[in-house]
């Protein structure tokens, strides 16, 4: 028997799995739009399958994974994104800020109803991105718009050759967060094939690569951060965490969870040649606990300086009065007005309607961000978070709760949930990544600006979320990860 027909007979199954991927994600990116339903829920189950199968069968080939996770990737490359229209808004900011606009000063609908026509294609980037992004101040992220300017930079007068340039710097970011989620799993102690339930999943390649959404970015960012931190590079971790706050906003949530991180990890070492006054060795050991407790307290604030100061910075290029307005009535509207694929908004805002007779989404949006400020300090001070795993563990409930309270869950929020499940034992958000497929049906009868969501698929979807979760989180007996 040849070599060749050895390695057929050895790999069959593999190969034929990845010869159907390779089929099923061209006819995703080429062949399908949003409103086909049966169609995209068969071929996402059907990706999602042989997903888990080919990580079972490869798990400890991780040269292979990698190469298939990259390789349907580039099946995208020429694909214009058919599940989301926010790209033609990248293109848009990226070529005003080339054009010498301030992005965060301008809506596109300004432009568009005094017939000004500040950037190359901009009537067909209007109709793209449609009224309701149009109409609305940018809240794209310094990072985020300097990925839109790259894009505009290389591409000024091309939608496709932005799109290529774009979904070429999240592929990077994916390749990034392989790197050092490898790094971090080893540090941990952790199976390294871990990282391709993110990396290989259809979820990730579909919504990133495919949909053009920056969470690869800021989740790149985030991961190397945490392995900054893991290795004790902390200053290094402050600056790169600051980066990814400057992606997308969502890691500042975490904030408060590195208060015992930092005043607990690895206290003793850190005091090891301090010098002290104390003769007995019960005083010595409290005098030595005491300057280690001050001097982690220091390197905390000096961390959160660090993160503050690297935010700061990156959005100072755009700084005016208008800047802060603008910004910030943007951002909430994501509390106060936008509705998508919630959980338990969706049965207060029934609530509401049974009391109040109207949506009280303003009242109940005002409210969230307050119960989840609450949250996360008692996360942050009730549970241990002294190690790095117990530490993205927290970092994963935070987010959980925000998203379970939150009125807007978009698909590819997910990401974010599915990359920090990776170095702990829960799985509840790959369980997420799969069945968030449903809240796309929302399209199935309207056009691109109105859509109607069926509350029962969204009740589906939630009640498997939900039914993980409680079992994972309250129920289920794993044994402890540590690290």
Not at 233 to 238: D, P, Q, R, T
Request: charged share 10%; aromatic share 20%.
């Amino acid at each position: 028997m040849t070599i060749s027909n050895m390695f057929l007979k050895l790999y069959k199954t593999p190969l034929f799995y990845v010869a159907l991927s390779i089929l099923l994600y061209w006819v995703f990116a080429y062949n399908l739009i949003r409103t086909e339903y049966v169609k995209l829920v068969a071929i996402y189950a059907a990706l999602f399958f042989i997903f888990y199968k080919l990580l079972y069968i490869l798990k400890h080939n991780i040269k292979a994974l990698s190469y298939f996770a990259f390789g349907f990737r580039a099946i995208f490359i020429l694909a214009i994104p058919n599940l989301s229209q926010d790209f033609y808004r990248f293109i848009w900011d990226g070529r005003m800020i080339l054009e010498g606009y301030n992005p965060y000063l301008f809506t596109v609908e300004w432009f568009i109803s005094n017939a000004e026509f500040p950037v190359a294609q901009a009537q067909e980037l209007y109709n793209g991105m449609g009224l309701l992004n149009a109409s609305h101040y940018t809240n794209y992220a310094p990072i985020n718009q300097l990925c839109f300017l790259i894009a505009a930079f290389f591409s000024s007068t091309s939608i496709m050759g932005s799109v290529i340039v774009l979904r070429l710097l999240i592929i990077l970011a994916d390749l990034g967060t392989l790197y050092f989620g490898k790094k971090l799993l080893s540090k941990l102690n952790l199976p390294a094939y871990h990282i391709f339930w993110y990396i290989l999943n259809p979820f990730i390649i579909i919504e990133l690569t495919g949909n053009l959404h920056f969470e690869g970015v800021m989740i790149f960012f985030l991961v190397w951060s945490l392995y900054l931190l893991h290795i004790g590079k902390w200053y290094f971790g402050a600056l790169v965490l600051g980066l990814s706050v400057s992606v997308k906003l969502i890691p500042f949530i975490f904030m408060p969870l590195f208060f015992k991180w930092f005043i607990y990890h690895n206290r003793v070492t850190n005091v090891k040649n301090e010098p002290t006054l104390i003769g007995t060795t019960t005083s010595l050991h409290i005098s030595k606990s005491g300057i280690s407790i001050t001097y982690n307290l220091l390197k905390l604030l000096l961390f959160y300086i660090l993160v503050g100061v690297t935010i700061l910075l990156l959005f100072l290029p755009f700084y005016t009065s208008e800047f802060i307005n603008n910004y910030t009535h943007t951002t909430a509207l994501w509390f106060k007005n936008f509705e998508f694929n919630a959980s338990l908004y969706y049965i207060a805002r029934e609530i509401g309607y049974v009391f109040r007779g109207q949506n009280e989404i303003a009242v109940i949006g005002a409210f969230i961000p307050k119960l989840v400020f609450l949250f996360v300090l008692l996360i942050a001070f009730f549970k241990k978070n002294k190690t790095t795993i117990e530490l993205i563990t927290s970092m994963l409930l935070v987010l959980s709760f925000y998203y379970f309270t939150a009125t807007t869950v978009h698909p590819w929020y997910v990401a974010t949930l599915l990359i920090l499940s990776v170095f702990t034992k829960y799985r509840f958000p790959l369980v997420w990544s799969f069945i968030i497929i449903l809240s796309y049906l929302a399209y199935l009868h309207v056009g691109k600006e109105a859509m109607r969501e069926n509350l029962l698929l969204i009740a589906f979807e939630y009640l498997i979320v939900y039914s993980f979760f409680i079992w994972e989180v309250f129920i289920k007996k794993a044994p402890k990860l540590r690290a």
